[in-house]
């Protein structure tokens, strides 16, 4: 069965600082790999997308990392701020009869405070 | 820069109720989804619709469940007979050529 687990389930950080949020999955076989940004009550917004050939991708203070053969990703956040509180979605794809089938971690609730 | 708008943004009716969720994705997006999330859960896959039909469902999507692109701009998800465990944030997404699917605000769905 296809699984996204996501580590930690919360995790609380001073402004400024930075944090690393993980992602495990058995998802198969892989298509990509996307990290989301959820604020509370709205849609998910995409930060990064990876394909199995690709180890890292950044996008401004986010960068994601890929390692395809534990099956593993981290989202890195740099230089928090205070707009960074949200839940952070791994979300993995897998291709199945040439349609992709998707699923969804259950997010890292990411709380900046000053 | 566009997205994808979703309506109503609020949603209450009564169990056994028919519901149609709306959606306009981005105009030259060919590729459409909806997912649901309930209150405190993770994001759960509905349906992806292209080229006019369903290309792939999940279990949740049973019989009460159906799309429809009634139009060139609209992509609507219809529940039929409301329960109450479909109180829910539903998500419409879309996607154009590239692999990054686009996600509307959601309509937040409360069965009484």
């Known amino acids: 069965k296809n699984q996204v687990e996501q580590s930690p389930q919360s995790l609380i950080i001073l402004e400024g600082k930075n944090c690393t949020l993980q992602?495990?999955?058995?998802?198969?076989?892989?298509?990509?790999l996307r990290w989301y940004k959820q604020d509370t009550g709205r849609g998910p917004v995409s930060l990064t997308i990876?394909?199995?050939?690709?180890n890292t991708k950044s996008n401004g203070r986010y960068t994601a990392t890929l390692d395809a053969d534990t099956k593993q990703s981290s989202l890195h956040i740099t230089a928090s701020q205070l707009s960074d509180s949200a839940s952070y979605i791994c979300?993995?794809?897998?291709?199945?009869?040439?349609?992709?089938?998707?699923?969804f971690g259950t997010g890292t609730k990411l709380q900046v405070i000053p | 820069e566009p997205e994808v708008t979703q309506t109503p943004s609020h949603q209450v009716t009564q169990m056994g109720q028919e519901v149609i969720l709306r959606c306009v994705p981005i105009?030259?997006?060919?590729?459409f989804y909806w997912y649901r999330q309930i209150l405190g859960q993770k994001v759960e896959f509905l349906v992806s619709?292209?080229?006019?039909?369903?290309?792939?469902k999940s279990e949740i999507f049973d019989d009460q469940f159906s799309v429809e692109r009634p139009d060139g701009s609209n992509f609507t998800l219809k529940i039929r007979s409301t329960k109450l465990e479909d109180s829910a944030m539903y998500f419409c997404?879309?996607?154009?050529?590239?692999?990054?699917?686009?996600f509307g605000p959601g309509t937040r769905l409360l069965v009484l």
């Open positions: 997404a879309s996607k154009g050529p590239g692999e990054t699917q686009y």
């Open positions: 992602c495990n999955y058995t998802v198969s076989p892989f298509s990509n």
């Open positions: 990876m394909t199995f050939s690709e």
């Open positions: 979300v993995v794809s897998a291709n199945s009869g040439g349609y992709q089938k998707v699923t």
């Open positions: 105009s030259n997006h060919l590729y």
């Open positions: 619709f292209y080229n006019n039909e369903i290309s792939e």
